[in-house]
């Protein structure tokens, strides 16, 4: 049986490596270029705590379900391909730099405490602690311990060391594809070949960079209303994103957008005024009506489609693999995906 994947960004890859896991090798990965995806511009954040959002309880179950499985798949990556993909387990601070932001994260709080996810309120003075280079105005936060972070960078070049073909051109109509199986796993691209509600929202994103980290968590801060994550690597590099924009696939890096980062990451993080900065970027999040993604079995055309996961691809990766290859293999999978059928949208 051949199986052809459109799509060789980290969703579409992932589900590769689940196949050939299965024993599948008979595999086609088909992206005329991967440097457009969406995972090249993710942070790697892993948070189904602080990357939840209200009304998001249904995708909730996913994203834990998710990461309940990422330890073992880095561990079964790392060990296919021998390429690290920086997969670390610190957690993610919440943190607030004035009083309505305290508010905020408070409400936030209340939030996960009811969602059932792991998270323990913490003082200005102990999230100092933690993280001494915090700015002393900091007034508070909590900590979400079960949050985890990789490289997507790394991950990606890990999952293309996969022995499957990769063949680089578009694909514009599925008919002229003459594998057994057919995945849409190709992002924004989805909506062209499948009429599903996929659009871009953009993202920028900053890379900077210093001799030491200075960070250890991920952190997740709010800064006179403004929302910014600072994601720390060990060789010195940090994160800083990440915008949503409602701009269509305009990939322009503004100035404004980097102020936007940059202003509340200085706030809560002095030290980032001191940094190099490596790279600007923007990229295009594949996102739906509701934000969650569609992974199901189409019958028209006759594919099986696993896009539109907006800001939760990394996430979501290792349990839309699974679902997705356990649909191809056995017809079916264990892993509840009813909520993220197509038909929703009709």
């Known amino acids: 049986m051949s199986i052809g994947i459109v799509g060789g960004g980290i969703i579409g890859l992932s589900i590769a490596f689940e196949l050939v896991e299965r024993g599948r090798t008979d595999i086609t990965v088909y992206d005329r270029d991967p440097t457009q995806g969406a995972g090249l511009v993710a942070a790697g954040m892993l948070a189904p705590t602080a990357e939840a959002g209200f009304g998001e309880e249904v995708l909730q179950d996913l994203m834990s379900e998710s990461m309940r499985r990422w330890p073992s798949f880095a561990e079964r990556v790392e060990a296919r391909t021998g390429t690290p993909i920086a997969y670390r387990t610190d957690g993610t601070l919440l943190v607030a730099l004035t009083a309505d932001d305290q508010a905020e994260v408070d409400r936030l709080i209340g939030f996960y405490h009811r969602a059932g996810r792991p998270i323990e309120p913490l003082s200005g003075r102990a999230l100092r602690e933690l993280e001494p280079l915090l700015a002393p105005r900091v007034r508070g936060g909590a900590r979400a311990p079960g949050d985890h972070q990789v490289d997507p960078r790394r991950l990606l070049r890990a999952l293309r060391m996969l022995p499957v073909r990769f063949e680089a051109r578009d694909v514009v109509d599925l008919s002229t594809l003459q594998d057994d199986v057919i995945i849409v796993a190709n992002g924004i ?47 010195g590099e940090l994160i800083v994103g990440a915008t949503e924009e409602e701009r269509g696939a305009d990939r322009t890096v503004t100035a404004g957008g980097l102020l936007d980062l940059l202003r509340p990451a200085a706030d809560l993080l002095p030290g980032v005024a001191e940094l190099v900065l490596s790279e600007t970027l923007a990229g295009l999040r594949p996102s739906t009506p509701d934000n969650a993604p569609v992974i199901d079995r189409l019958e028209s055309p006759p594919v099986i489609v696993a896009a539109g996961h907006h800001r939760n691809g990394v996430l979501l990766a290792p349990a839309t693999a699974a679902a997705v290859a356990e649909t191809v293999i056995d017809g079916a999978t264990n892993i509840d995906i009813t909520a993220f059928r197509a038909g929703r949208f009709t």
């Open 189 to 235: 691209g989805a909506a062209a070949l499948t009429g599903l509600p996929v659009r871009p929202v953009k993202g920028q994103l900053l890379r900077l960079r210093g001799a030491e980290p200075l960070l250890r968590h991920v952190v997740r801060g709010i800064a006179a209303g403004r929302d910014v994550y600072l994601v720390p690597r060990a060789d």
